[in-house]
């Protein structure tokens, strides 16, 4: 048979084979201890920290996805932390995407530098030089929330000259629209708190690597660390699995329907998203992704117009995150984390009928005049 789409892929993805009156997923196991008699090694699991089985299970699902190893975590930031700490000691040297999450930056700067990290922060286009001489290169793309699109091939190429470990951030794109493991990278990393559970219900992470002793490396830390997925949030996340090409099919549609709205209004500047052809990113975006994601930025000049936009707005909701089956929107600003002007807003398109949440937008727009 010719290699299955994704969207064949996910509705079975981990599943277990077939068994006469068994259910097709099976329900989570929630144990702290299980049975053990003996030695541990006797046993596949013993205690739930060394591992669950409902974890395992979507953890197979997703290595599907990412033709990868998955070590899966309690959220993206633990599956970061895994990361940069288990990579990085006194006296290592990190290279950073200026543009990746606050928070990964934050961890860096308050959790690795006081340990005698040195950390380079640096824009996309001072990557290639920083990375001479690190040991880790953290690179996201499209970044959050400026949506800006990196080389990744190049500077995974890169990397890899100088011996560092190559790490993508892809929680953006997710394993659908972007595979960083393809792209050249050592560990994609990311948040199943968006898309992959997408309902906005539960937090997860996860990292993806073709290193086995990288996935040995995770896999011991998050023992050791506690970092653990909850078995029930790996189950509700492998339930969601199923709907993730159909729900992506939608947001990506809304998030192009609502940024080419977003461009053609007067009072509406810096309008961000990697799917319009006029996005500096957008060449880019499509040499190494498969979508552009759901994600759409724009400014209206001024924290007044941005929240009347967003008291306005009725089927966009104002809360963070992104990747949920509603659309979301914030002013990013709020967050003091960010290089953003005050009117900035990042919004996550849904999986709404397109027409009413165009409508939605204009008529919020409306409100929101200079
Ligand atoms: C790009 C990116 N990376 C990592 C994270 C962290 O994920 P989590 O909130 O699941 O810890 C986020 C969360 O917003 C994110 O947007």
Known sequence: ??????????????????????????????????????EPADADFSYTRYGNPTWRRYEEALAELERGEVVLFASGMAAAAAL????????????????????????????????????????????????????????????????????????????????????????????????????????????????????????????????????????????????????????????????????????????LALAELLRSRDGVAGVRYPGLPTDPGHDLARRQMRGFGTVVSFDLGSRERSQAFLDAAELVTEATSFGGVHTTAERRARWRGDDVTEGFIRLSAGCEDTRDLVADVAHALAHARP
């Open 1 to 38: 048979m010719t290699e299955l789409g994704d969207g064949t892929r996910v509705v079975r993805a981990g599943l277990p084979d077939a068994e006469q009156g068994a259910p097709f997923l099976p329900g989570p196991t929630l144990a702290a201890p299980f049975h053990l008699r003996g």
């Open 84 to 255: 940069l700490l288990t990579a990085l000691r006194p006296g290592s040297v990190a290279a950073i995407d200026r543009e990746c999450y606050l928070n990964v930056r934050r961890l860096a700067a308050t959790h690795l530098e006081p340990r005698g990290v040195e950390l380079r922060v640096v824009a996309a286009s001072g990557l290639e030089a920083a990375v001479r001489g690190a040991d880790v290169l953290w690179l996201e793309s499209p970044s959050n929330p400026k949506l800006d699109v990196t080389d990744l091939s190049a500077l995974a190429r890169a990397a890899r000259r100088e011996g560092a470990l190559a790490v993508i951030d892809n929680t953006t794109a997710g394993p659908l629209l972007q595979r960083p493991l393809e792209l050249g990278a050592h560990a994609s990393m990311v948040s199943a708190t968006k898309h992959l559970s997408g309902h906005a219900d539960l937090q997860l992470g996860y990292v993806a690597t073709a290193d086995p002793a990288l996935a040995a490396r995770l896999r011991d830390w998050r023992r050791d660390a506690g970092a653990i997925p909850g078995p029930f949030e790996s189950w509700l996340a492998h339930r969601s699995l199923p709907t993730l090409a159909l729900r992506l099919e939608r947001g990506c549609a809304n998030a």
